[in-house]
């Protein structure tokens, strides 16, 4: 009985090791409160109050009228019931399905918030995930491969990341 107890003692150590481990891996990655200069920045735009950012108009939202929504963290390990039950139809990329210098107007989805848009002889890459989007592997995967491995991306004037979520990062 002592043994197990034993046994039992040191596996409760080595998981509040590795959960104190971990938290220290990934404190930094879920951003952190904006410093006194950013705070007075926005506190000069008109729809931030009471250090809040608010909408100007009233927004209603309904967890329980949402389809796949949901306020539980089991939403992270589970598949979405919205999920495609087949491949999506994509197109495969490379380098070569690019024009050189790029072209003045040609968006390429990549899945979820990816996607490469050439404008006015520009190219800018939005919210370059390619891979699972959390930051551990066996959360939120993609439904499928991106259309392009990030070795194979063209060369791009700007990345684009909308916000800090891993999903967009």
Do not use: C
């Not at 150590?13 to 952190?32: D, I, Q």
């Not at 250090?51 to 539980?72: A, C, H, L, N």
């Not at 024009?99 to 404008?119: F, K, R």
């Not at 930051?135 to 990341?161: C, G, N, Q, T």
């Amino acid at each position: 009985m002592k043994r197990a107890l034993k046994i039992i003692l040191y596996l409760l150590l080595a998981l509040t090791f590795l959960a104190f481990a971990a938290y220290l891996h990934l404190r930094g990655k879920f951003g952190e409160a904006p410093s006194l200069e950013e705070e007075a920045a926005y506190a000069r735009l008109d729809y931030y109050k009471d250090g809040r950012f608010q909408s100007p108009q009233e927004v209603i939202f309904d967890f329980d009228k949402v389809s796949g929504g949901g306020r539980s963290v089991l939403r992270f390990f589970t598949k979405s019931r919205n999920a495609p039950d087949k491949p999506l139809p994509k197109i495969l990329l490379d380098k070569s399905s690019f024009s050189d210098p790029p072209s003045d107007y040609v968006l390429y989805w990549l899945g979820h918030s990816a996607a490469i848009l050439e404008l006015d002889g520009k190219r800018l890459l939005f919210d370059p995930v390619f891979s699972n989007a959390a930051p551990l592997p066996f959360m939120v995967p993609r439904y499928s491969e991106a259309p392009i491995k990030r070795e194979d991306l063209p060369a791009v004037d700007y990345i684009v990341i909308t916000h800090n979520h891993y999903d967009h990062l």
